[in-house]
């Protein structure tokens, strides 16, 4: 199946049986309302307190997680279409652990940079890393903000973010330096949450605020649609920039399950301007029409995340480059007459 011309994967069967309410923190979906991004100043999101968020994440994290695995192989997948090296990696935030995991073998990486803004994150992945025994790449770990990059400019040769970026402020900003950090012809390689994630739940919440609350909470900050990654590419700088989209459908037993699951990937509220959780009788009110406008025959409800994947290299003499306006030796009346003729 093809969605508006990008590829749709396979559905994900997701089936986990913690304890069923936990926090109810239903504000994280109503972000995704699939403005386009035009600004990059503005203070949309609390950085210190998604860093609690992934502070408390790196506790309730499973050593495996069939969603962010996925995402990862899938980005990881793109390095297999490179023909070169990358000798020194920088792995930036999100989903590192996954990431850790499953760059091994890929791309002749032979030092490896590791850096979170939090720091029970990194010390997960270092103890992992020291668990795992693996010799054949020297890792570094770091603490550290992607808005505000501690890498010294062009000492990388390949950077890589599988959804974190879609939670700094100033998107195209963090990008900037993503490129700056590369060498000459390195390859940037991005995952992040597009404007469709979670549209289920956003709907039944909204509908269950109205009902209960008699209005919605502002809880809407903008992401990129797949028609501005490739602008943001190119606003970033990045030459032969490269843009496709998946759509997962995760099922879960109950709307709250998802809610813990959320938690364990660090993707609930971080808005500045976010409201208190929602009321107990909203909570449960949103539970129920999720599963009545959405569940499925087999009791489970299911979610949507779609993942937008970005590829561009830093700029380099030896890549290819557009021709000059006006220099085609053919016009486009000359190309369809061609056609109409063959036909």
Known sequence: MRVSSFLCRNSLLWSRR??????????????????????????IFDRQLKRKQRDRAAW?????DSLV???AENLLDRLEDCKKTFPRALCLGGSLEAIRRLLRGRGSIEKLTMMDASSEMVELCKNA??????????TTFVVGDEEFLPIKESSMDLVISCLGL??????PGAMIQCKLALKPDGLFLAAILGGDTLKELRIACTVA????????SPRISPLAQVRDA???LTRAGFTLPGVDVDEYTVKYESAFE????????GETNALLQRDAILKRDTAFATAAIYDSMFGAEDGSVPATFQVIYMTGWREHPSQQKAKSRGSATISFQDIQKQFGNES
Request: charged share 25%; net charge negative; glycine share 8%.
């Open 18 to 43: 913690n304890g069923p309410f936990g926090a109810f923190s239903f504000a994280w979906f109503c972000s995704y309302n699939g403005d386009a991004i035009e600004s990059s100043k503005a203070k």
């Open 60 to 64: 309730l994290m499973r050593p495996r």
């Open 69 to 71: 695995d996925t995402v």
């Open 129 to 138: 890393e020291a668990a795992s025994r693996h010799d054949n790449i020297e």
């Open 166 to 171: 879609h939670w700094t402020n100033d998107l």
């Open 209 to 216: 605020q109205m009902e209960r609350e008699g209005g919605i």
């Open 230 to 232: 490739g602008n943001l």
């Open 258 to 265: 998802l809610i813990e699951h959320l938690r364990a990937m």
